[in-house]
């Protein structure tokens, strides 16, 4: 270990607060029982797809579009992930099958 | 006790993507914390008290001599920021838990927070219970990857190049589902185009809280069109 044990520790409660506080503030801002305005009644409902959307655009940060192989194993590994769900609506089924294709493609293909 | 066993059973397919990305890229923080000298129990430990993804990633590199908490809190604020936002979506049905909140606002991590947002409660379940045995079961995940990974302290013996795309999958497979609901179409698009808008200008290392806060500002520009459509929605 790089640093004693009480350092270690000390670093992980102050991780672990941190995460938790910024989980915890809109909880703290509209406590129980505190009417929610219908601002952030609005934002509440339409923050959750426009956040998914995020995530998947969070999830491909890293794919090098301009050098080889230019994002197409992501690119064709997404594409089968839609087609599939939007045909078969299985959750299980699109993951697992996106997820063998991606690995085949990147492994074995590019 | 009643009630949790049928959650827990009801909640587990559902979790079974999370399962999958939860355990590969909890293997993986466990083999980078063990590559700095930690045992599996610290490991463990991490991920029982912090339970963050990226947040654990980044958090390896803390253990040097010489760091400065103002750095370790100020290095967690810029990575976990997002989160400020999450809870917004989540405070009604939260605050109807009880002392369970306290865990739910606790596991609020991407994945498990797509899936409470987005997940119908099965007929014959108590909701409540439903949504912690997602959270609960989310995070056990987490701490078997992590403990595995510490355990063997180098990768998988086969290779498990792009496994963790199963991340990229689930979301993508949320997307879709919510997609197949119109009213949800406008705030999806504003998320996928603020997000692409602003990986272009900051980078892949600092664009999400721009993100958030430019989907945030078009969704209020666009208040009056999306609740109109949304009222629509629910006449029909």
Same mark, same amino acid.
């Given at each position: 270990? =790089? ?7 000390? /670093?992980?409660?102050?991780?672990? %607060?941190? #995460?938790? *506080? ?8 509209? =406590? ?7 601002? /952030?009644?609005?934002?509440?409902? %339409?923050? #959750?797809? *426009? ?19 230019h994002g197409i194993p992501e690119l064709i590994a997404v594409l089968a992930v839609v087609i599939l769900h939007v045909w078969k609506r299985n959750n299980l089924l699109s993951i697992g099958a996106g997820t063998v294709l991606y690995m085949f493609l990147v492994q074995a293909v590019f | 006790m009643t009630g949790y066993k049928i959650a827990f059973k009801k909640a587990f ?224």
């Amino acid at each position: 270990m =790089p640093v004693s044990a009480t350092t270690s520790l000390l /670093i992980i409660l102050a991780v672990a %607060v941190t #995460t938790f *506080a910024t989980r915890a503030v809109p909880f703290l801002i509209f =406590p129980k029982g505190k009417p929610i305005p219908k601002t /952030i009644e609005y934002l509440g409902k %339409v923050l #959750t797809p *426009a956040v998914i959307g995020m995530l998947v655009v969070y999830c491909l940060k890293d794919t090098p579009v301009a050098a080889a192989p230019h994002g197409i194993p992501e690119l064709i590994a997404v594409l089968a992930v839609v087609i599939l769900h939007v045909w078969k609506r299985n959750n299980l089924l699109s993951i697992g099958a996106g997820t063998v294709l991606y690995m085949f493609l990147v492994q074995a293909v590019f | 006790m009643t009630g949790y066993k049928i959650a827990f059973k009801k909640a587990f397919p559902y979790t079974i993507p999370v399962l999958t990305g939860y355990l590969f890229i909890g293997i993986a923080f466990g083999v980078m914390y063990a590559e700095k000298g930690y045992s599996a129990w610290w490991a463990v430990l991490m991920s029982l008290l912090v339970y963050a993804g990226s947040g654990q990633y980044l958090a390896v590199n803390f253990f040097v001599p010489g760091i400065s908490f103002a750095q370790v809190i100020f290095m967690t604020l810029m990575v976990n920021i997002r989160h400020v936002f999450y809870g917004l979506s989540l405070l009604d049905k939260f605050n109807k838990m009880g002392k369970k909140r306290w865990y739910m606002i606790f596991g609020l991590t991407d994945e498990t927070y797509s899936l409470l947002c987005t997940t119908k409660v099965p007929e014959g379940v108590e909701e409540d219970k439903f949504l912690f045995a997602i959270a609960l079961m989310d995070q056990s995940y987490w701490i078997i990857g992590s403990a595995i990974g510490g355990i063997l302290k180098s990768v998988l013996p086969f290779n498990a190049e792009g496994i963790e795309f199963a991340m990229t999958a689930l979301f993508v497979v949320i997307f879709v589902e919510q997609w197949m609901d119109a009213k949800n179409r406008v705030p999806a698009v504003i998320g996928v185009v603020c997000a692409v808008l602003c990986l272009q200008i900051f980078g892949s290392g600092s664009f999400v809280f721009p993100t958030m806060i430019l989907s945030i500002l078009v969704l209020f520009a666009t208040r009056k069109r999306l609740e109109k459509e949304r009222e629509v929605e629910v006449c029909q």
